[in-house]
């Protein structure tokens, strides 16, 4: 089986190389992987579950770099037992082009050879699935290599509702932006029932109401405490207004 390809990477080609080298983005890269461990300084060790067509089975193997040229290009080799299922073995010439200061070209040569019952299914499907697997693979090795998207800014807060009376603009004077920014200042012309004195020269005043005056109120007391019979007028005010409903029910 022989297959090439190549995929462009949105990084810089060092990093690309490290990450070629780096078991962790291995394993979670390759489809499958269990594990992978570095055993020497050119040296894995790594384990896939693989299914192919009908077939699954894991295997376990090692993998090995030469010709090391970095971060320019190396060889694979390696060989893997995957049981009664088989065994594969083979390599890969991969080679790194620097495109531009953030992106690489990746491209690949594999040549490979199984045996045992994994040769029995047909190289079209066999190739197919590892056409699949490359796929896969190089997906998910670049989204590992993508930067992430800078978050958007966040729109400049409005000034602080707080502003000393040094800095208000005649703009500002008697509205009710001014009476927000400044508790200490005369009141706003919307508001009523407070103290102060409007450029009109008529009551402006805060939202407090201002106190009762007893004397206005006393004609409303004085009809509320009146109960005849006992009872209150607005008791007999309900029954009046009960009367006149029952009369143009009724009549």
């Not at 040549?111 to 047909?122: E, H, N, T, Y």
């Not at 056409?131 to 409005?158: I, S, W, Y």
């Not at 012309?189 to 407090?208: F, Y």
């Amino acid at each position: 089986m022989e297959m090439t390809g190549e995929r462009r990477i949105p990084a810089p080609r060092q990093q690309v190389w490290e990450a070629l080298n780096d078991p962790q983005v291995l394993q979670a890269s390759i489809p499958g992987c269990e594990s992978v461990e570095r055993v020497g300084d050119d040296q894995f060790q790594a384990k896939v579950a693989l299914k192919l067509g009908p077939m699954s089975a894991k295997f376990g193997g090692k993998v090995k770099l030469e010709n090391l040229n970095p971060p320019a290009s190396y060889t694979i080799s390696g060989e893997g037992n995957g049981g009664a299922m088989g065994f594969a073995k083979g390599g890969a010439d991969v080679a790194l082009e620097e495109v531009g200061p953030s992106e690489t070209l990746l491209t690949y040569n594999v040549k490979a050879q199984v045996g045992g019952k994994m040769a029995q299914l047909g190289g079209r499907l066999i190739d197919s699935t590892a056409k699949q697997m490359a796929d896969q693979f190089f997906n998910r090795f670049a989204a590992h290599l993508t930067p992430a998207p800078e978050p958007e800014q966040e729109p400049a807060m409005a000034e602080p509702a707080a502003q000393s009376a040094e800095v208000r603009t005649p703009a500002m004077a008697g509205t009710d932006t001014e009476y927000l920014r400044d508790a200490g200042g005369p009141g706003p012309l919307t508001q009523h029932g407070a103290d102060g004195t409007s450029a009109a020269g008529k009551p402006v005043h805060r939202p407090n109401p201002r106190p009762v005056d007893p004397v206005a109120v006393q004609p409303l007391r004085l009809l509320g405490s009146f109960q005849p019979f006992g009872l209150p007028l607005q008791f007999w005010g309900g029954c009046a207004v009960m009367l006149v409903i029952l009369v143009l029910l009724f009549l």
